[in-house]
């Protein structure tokens, strides 16, 4: 197959080694997706390229996460369509070190949430098949090629009980159902592989382990997340 899911991080040492390499973290909301890159900040040979959620805090002065929130069936094209447009600037920002390591990516953005939205009834069809055509030019005319998928595979109640404790104000209004959607199609995304074609290879670490556990498993497979660029 044209792409192959690798569950064990060794298998990623097969890689053909490239002169840059590019690694998207992924996620549900909460799964420690900023920890993750936090911990990956101290190596000389990788660029952390963090979410742009400040800016999506402020464009223009409007806080589109928080409308986003409060009305998604209004304001759910406006939201995704400035997250397609700041995760392009991530993809593009020119790259210095060997590594970039991105926090989310426009997949993700595509296959995640916005889909999301759509199937919850929370988007109009019209709205989805106009980010479907950006999506679809970003493709075509855009390099926005993953070598890898750091997947943090969290249970969704892991995610709530994080997402309570961090208390993003915005994020207050989120059920468990929300999560729960979400997880469910980073799962046909990532793992079974359904709908969507995987951007570049997976590996999956268990992100229900606390900080400390985690943390050990991250310096342990560090070498091979990094394909060798350590
Ligand atoms: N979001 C969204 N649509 C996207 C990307 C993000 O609605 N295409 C929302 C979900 C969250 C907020 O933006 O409310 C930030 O999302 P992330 O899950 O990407 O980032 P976190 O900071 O929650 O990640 P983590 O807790 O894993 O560090």
């Not at 997250?83 to 920002?93: A, D, E, G, R």
């Not at 070190?97 to 995640?112: G, H, I, N, T």
């Not at 995987?198 to 590996?203: D, I, L, R, T, Y």
Request: with cysteine; charged share 25%.
């Amino acid at each position: 197959p044209e792409f192959t899911l690798f569950t064990q991080p060794k298998d990623i040492c097969k890689l053909p080694k490239q002169e840059t390499f590019t690694v998207a973290v992924e996620g549900n909301i909460g799964c420690g997706k900023s920890t993750f890159l936090e911990y990956f900040k101290s190596s000389n040979n990788v660029e952390v390229r963090s979410e742009p959620v400040d800016l999506w805090k402020n464009v223009g002065g409007w806080n589109s996460l928080e409308l986003m929130y409060k009305d998604a069936k209004r304001w759910s094209l406006a939201f995704q369509s400035y997250v397609q447009l700041t995760m392009l600037q991530q993809h593009h920002k020119p790259q210095v070190k060997p590594v970039k390591m991105l926090e989310r990516s426009v997949f993700s953005a595509r296959f995640c949430f916005v889909e999301n939205l759509y199937r919850s009834g929370c988007m109009p069809a019209v709205d989805h098949a106009i980010l479907e055509e950006w999506y679809q030019w970003i493709l075509a005319n855009q390099t926005v090629q993953l070598d890898l998928i750091v997947y943090l595979r969290a249970d969704p109640c892991t995610c709530y009980e994080r997402l309570k404790k961090r208390n993003r104000q915005e994020e207050t209004g989120v059920p468990l159902d929300y999560l729960e959607a979400l997880h469910q199609l980073h799962e046909d995304w990532l793992i079974h592989q359904r709908l969507f074609k995987v951007p570049g290879h997976v590996v999956v670490l268990d992100a229900n382990k606390n900080l400390v556990e985690l943390q050990k498993e991250m310096e342990e497979k560090r070498q091979e997340i990094l394909c060798g660029y350590f």
